[in-house]
């Protein structure tokens, strides 16, 4: 079975600085996906960042990019400049499509990072 | 577009009573997911849709779960008799047919079981 692993329970940055979430995950597959979530008090999950296994160039979105190392199975998620409204929980994701294709398959989450703000 | 749409935001009761939940998903997305928050945890799969048949329910506790998707639209969620350890946000989310990794969340719903 896969698993998610966010090592750090809480994080915590100061505003306009750089902060780097952890996630490493295990999966003897080689095609798969990986997401990371943000997901504030207000609970809507929302879908920060995207990144295909077989992509070999990073992923990047604004302020948000990722460091994709598939051979040592980690995804760590650097957000620059930071700003309040990026305080939030932060959860790693995986997706792997079963067996009838990318229609079908489930998301299998990590603990969650909790990312706090310093103005 | 609209979003995918969850009623209630909020519910209490108390534990050995029922609840339902209900899920709207986005326009035309063929499959729909509910997952089960506990609180400091990521969520986690109960069932899986597409269109009106069951994809995935092996992690459903089906004594006291149940959940249904009528006309391969909106969803229906329930528990019965629920428990303490069913205190959790239960998040449905729904996906294009082929595309199963681009999930659109709900806004939740809290439950608090006494």
């Known amino acids: 079975a896969q698993t998610v692993t966010q090592s750090q329970p809480e994080m915590s940055v100061q505003e306009a600085e750089t902060v780097t979430l952890s996630c490493t995950y295990d999966t003897s597959e080689s095609d798969y996906y990986l997401f990371w979530y943000k997901q504030p008090p207000s609970r809507q999950m929302i879908l920060v960042i995207r990144q295909e296994a077989y992509k070999q160039q990073n992923a990047t979105e604004n302020r948000f990019s990722v460091n994709f190392q598939k051979a040592a199975k980690s995804f760590s998620l650097k957000i620059s400049d930071s700003q309040l409204g990026d305080a939030a929980m932060y959860f790693c994701a995986y997706f792997h499509a079963n067996a009838g294709g990318t229609s079908y398959g489930k998301l299998t989450f990590g603990q969650g990072t909790i990312l706090t703000v310093h103005p | 577009e609209a979003g995918v749409a969850q009623s209630p935001r909020y519910k209490i009761i108390e534990k050995r009573q029922s609840v339902a939940f209900w899920c709207n998903p986005i326009s035309g997305h063929a499959t729909l997911y509910w997952y089960q928050q506990i609180l400091g945890q990521g969520p986690k799969l109960l069932i899986q849709f597409q269109n009106n048949g069951v994809v995935d329910d092996s992690q459903l506790p089906k004594d006291r779960f149940s959940a249904e998707r009528l006309k391969g639209v909106d969803s229906t969620l329930k528990i019965q008799p629920a428990k303490l350890e069913d205190s959790a946000v239960y998040l449905c989310?729904?996906?294009?047919?082929?595309?199963?990794?681009?999930?659109?969340f709900g806004p939740g719903t809290r439950l608090t079981v006494t």
């Open positions: 989310a729904s996906s294009p047919a082929v595309r199963g990794y681009e999930q659109y």
